[in-house]
């Protein structure tokens, strides 16, 4: 990653967090050993990476996987038990706010302190305080969603598009133009059960509509988007309800085009680098809205080995620790890291893809929904099954928006979540109109 890549990303992310959704599984820990409970990298074998590579030379340490709601759950119960197991937590900046009115993290000034120097930009550090005015957790790694373009697919590219400037409607020609030269739906989205469709949603397709994720929900320009979107979906692979990770049917060929996450098409990328090209997301009305992640690390309070839980954070920031995160699980440093040279060509291609989206001139940030606690998984489900109903079953728009609104209102009125970027701030709950 160039020296301005590291920083423009870092920029955005400084103003945002956003949400990634894997699998995997708990862990069950050794007597003696530090427990690190996290939400990333859950994948059998991302996480099997992590034990094996990244916490080489790091305290003892047995790491647990668990989704973002049993997490929450768990941090939850261990506190009012006051019995403590976890020392070590590891989530994205929105699931660890809900564990600071929970009392359930330790505040870590020591530890921002011993990685001072380690040139963590000072904006990801505020983020880290989640609004106590003292430091809750490190940041740890990030990444963000990007477009794959097979080159197979370029020879189709309607005149005068720009693959690295897309409007959805141009999406929705290239992928008709496609379809009707080789008989073939070559564009893909992971809409499978565990793929990442509601991220693509609220963070790529609704802003650039709309620039709102939650206000302007069933507005005039929604209905707009998803007459638009249902074009783009004419020239889809029907087999994408079944995609939970676009990596697979890029590399199977059954898919030229697809959204996902930068580490859920990194194998396709080291596979075959010079098969494609990674591009911004395309663009709506109102720009070309993005979703950047961050992670953070904490220390649970009432940890069972804090000193070790402070070693294996100063491990986890260690520039060559990250580099090798970077290349062996397509997430980039948080620190002043130099990726080496010999860095695999699908990683090059990724922070290539990055550096399009983050430096796009009508680039729009969409930050990740914050303080819906465990109505999360609801909010999510409401643009699923928005995006069910009008794409998948072809029911109308109006009247499926206006259902799907008071869904959306019931969520934001029970939690008080105020409104996130791109939405304008409230005062209170985020409003639906």
């Given at each position: 990653?160039?020296?301005?890549?590291?920083?423009?990303?870092?920029?955005?992310?400084?103003?945002?967090?956003?949400?990634?959704?894997?699998?995997?599984?708990?862990?069950?820990?050794?007597?003696?050993?530090?427990?690190?409970?996290?939400?990333?990298?859950?994948?059998?074998?991302?996480?099997?990476?992590?034990?094996?590579?990244?916490?080489?030379?790091?305290?003892?340490?047995?790491?647990?996987?668990?989704?973002?709601?049993?997490?929450?759950?768990?941090?939850?119960?261990?506190?009012?038990?006051?019995?403590?197991?976890?020392?070590?937590?590891?989530?994205?900046?929105?699931?660890?706010?809900?564990?600071?009115?929970?009392?359930?993290?330790?505040?870590?000034?020591?530890?921002?302190?011993?990685?001072?120097?380690?040139?963590?930009?000072?904006?990801?550090?505020?983020?880290?305080?989640?609004?106590?005015?003292?430091?809750?957790?490190?940041?740890?790694?990030q990444a963000t969603y990007v477009m794959v373009v097979k080159k197979d697919a370029l020879p189709f590219l309607p005149a005068g598009a720009d693959v690295n400037a897309l409007t959805y409607e141009q999406l929705a020609a290239w992928g008709k133009a496609i379809q009707e030269k080789t008989g073939q739906?070559?564009?893909?989205?992971?809409?499978?059960?565990?793929?990442?469709?509601?991220?693509?949603?609220?963070?790529?397709?609704?802003?650039?509509?709309?620039?709102?994720?939650?206000?302007?929900?069933?507005?005039?320009?929604?209905?707009?988007?998803?007459?638009?979107?249902?074009?783009?979906?004419?020239?889809?692979?029907?087999?994408?309800?079944?995609?939970?990770?676009?990596?697979?049917?890029?590399?199977?060929?059954?898919?030229?085009?697809?959204?996902?996450?930068?580490?859920?098409?990194?194998?396709?990328?080291?596979?075959?680098?010079?098969?494609?090209?990674?591009?911004?997301?395309?663009?709506?009305p109102k720009g070309r809205a993005y979703m950047p992640v961050v992670a953070g690390l904490g220390i649970a309070k009432g940890a069972p080995d804090r000193a070790n839980a402070v070693a294996l954070i100063e491990h986890l920031s260690k520039p060559e620790t990250q580099v090798l995160v970077a290349k062996?699980?397509?997430?980039?440093?948080?620190?002043?890291?130099?990726?080496?040279?010999?860095?695999?060509?699908?990683?090059?291609?990724?922070?290539?893809?990055?550096?399009?989206?983050?430096?796009?001139?009508?680039?729009?940030?969409?930050?990740?929904?914050?303080?819906?606690?465990?109505?999360?998984?609801?909010?999510?489900?409401?643009?699923?099954?928005?995006?069910?109903?009008?794409?998948?079953?072809?029911?109308?728009?109006?009247?499926?928006?206006?259902?799907?609104?008071?869904?959306?209102?019931?969520?934001?009125?029970?939690?008080?979540?105020?409104?996130?970027?791109?939405?304008?701030?409230?005062?209170?709950?985020?409003?639906?109109?």
């Amino acid at each position: 990653m160039t020296k301005s890549l590291r920083y423009a990303l870092l920029a955005a992310v400084a103003v945002t967090t956003a949400g990634i959704a894997t699998t995997g599984g708990i862990g069950r820990a050794n007597a003696q050993d530090l427990v690190f409970l996290s939400t990333q990298l859950r994948p059998i074998e991302e996480a099997q990476k992590v034990r094996e590579m990244v916490l080489k030379g790091a305290p003892k340490t047995t790491y647990v996987v668990d989704e973002p709601s049993p997490f929450t759950v768990r941090m939850k119960a261990e506190v009012e038990a006051n019995k403590h197991t976890v020392s070590v937590v590891g989530a994205l900046h929105g699931e660890l706010q809900p564990l600071v009115p929970m009392g359930a993290l330790d505040a870590i000034d020591d530890v921002a302190a011993k990685v001072a120097s380690r040139g963590i930009p000072a904006g990801l550090m505020e983020l880290g305080k989640l609004g106590s005015g003292k430091q809750l957790y490190i940041p740890w790694m990030q990444a963000t969603y990007v477009m794959v373009v097979k080159k197979d697919a370029l020879p189709f590219l309607p005149a005068g598009a720009d693959v690295n400037a897309l409007t959805y409607e141009q999406l929705a020609a290239w992928g008709k133009a496609i379809q009707e030269k080789t008989g073939q739906r070559r564009i893909g989205f992971p809409a499978g059960p565990k793929g990442l469709m509601a991220r693509f949603l609220q963070g790529n397709l609704y802003p650039s509509y709309t620039a709102s994720m939650v206000t302007e929900f069933r507005s005039a320009e929604a209905e707009k988007m998803w007459g638009d979107f249902k074009a783009v979906w004419a020239s889809v692979n029907p087999n994408s309800t079944n995609y939970d990770f676009m990596q697979e049917p890029l590399m199977a060929g059954e898919v030229w085009i697809a959204w996902d996450h930068v580490a859920r098409v990194k194998d396709a990328l080291t596979a075959a680098p010079g098969d494609y090209q990674v591009v911004a997301p395309p663009a709506g009305p109102k720009g070309r809205a993005y979703m950047p992640v961050v992670a953070g690390l904490g220390i649970a309070k009432g940890a069972p080995d804090r000193a070790n839980a402070v070693a294996l954070i100063e491990h986890l920031s260690k520039p060559e620790t990250q580099v090798l995160v970077a290349k062996e699980l397509g997430f980039f440093p948080v620190v002043n890291a130099t990726l080496p040279a010999d860095l695999p060509a699908g990683v090059k291609l990724l922070s290539e893809g990055v550096a399009k989206t983050q430096n796009a001139k009508d680039a729009m940030v969409a930050l990740l929904p914050i303080g819906l606690g465990d109505k999360g998984g609801e909010f999510n489900k409401v643009y699923f099954d928005t995006f069910q109903r009008i794409v998948l079953r072809n029911e109308p728009i109006k009247a499926t928006l206006d259902a799907q609104a008071g869904a959306m209102r019931d969520i934001m009125t029970a939690t008080k979540a105020p409104c996130w970027a791109p939405d304008k701030a409230s005062d209170g709950a985020c409003p639906v109109k």
